[in-house]
């Protein structure tokens, strides 16, 4: 693909941008898109690290500041310390009503793409595989579990403290360890 005149000068300034993500971006592109991913960042920081108003952080601060951020994120949500929800896609991290994402939690919507990766190419090179992660309702995510792009967890399922999650999770099931396997059916 084509590289515009302002990746060039970026990439020849040390930038370390994907090609095929970036590449083709001219200057109001890119700078609109290191524009999102800085208010995203802020605004992650701030659901993350807040403390103010203790009681309701969790049911009313951070589900506000990540709604604001873009995640489609349903009524009721409970929404722990650190949580980190998809730094550059958070639009397409869906959670349903009634789940509970605890502490430290990662929610993940994009990968590196490695369907072409080679020896001798570099990773950051790679352009992003960009996927719908849905954690459907009352679903309880527990301390430290890490749901990667594209999974599905359905209702009212539990992931256990440390789980990757790496494919769909049926409803009403335990999934445990990394990578997760059900451990309980319910
Ligand atoms: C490493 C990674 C990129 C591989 O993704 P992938 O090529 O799509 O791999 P797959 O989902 O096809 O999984 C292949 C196997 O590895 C397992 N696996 C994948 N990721 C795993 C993980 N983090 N821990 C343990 N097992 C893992 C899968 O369960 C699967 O096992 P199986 O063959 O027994 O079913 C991905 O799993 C990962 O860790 N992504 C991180 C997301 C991230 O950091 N995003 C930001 C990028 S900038």
Known sequence: MRQTLTFRILTKLGFRLSPVTYGGRGFIGLAGSALRIWRNEILQAMAARSVLLAPLNSRVIRPFLHKCRGVDLGENVFIGQD?????????????GNGTRVLNRVQIIAHNRDLGSYKQGDKVFELGYLVKDTYIEEDVSLMIGSIILPGVRIGKGAIVAAGAVVTKDVPPYTLVA??????????
Do not use: E
């Open 83 to 95: 949580v980190i929800i998809d730094g550059v896609y958070p639009h397409k991290v869906h959670i």
């Open 177 to 186: 360890g990394v990578p997760a396997r059900i451990t309980q059916v319910f």
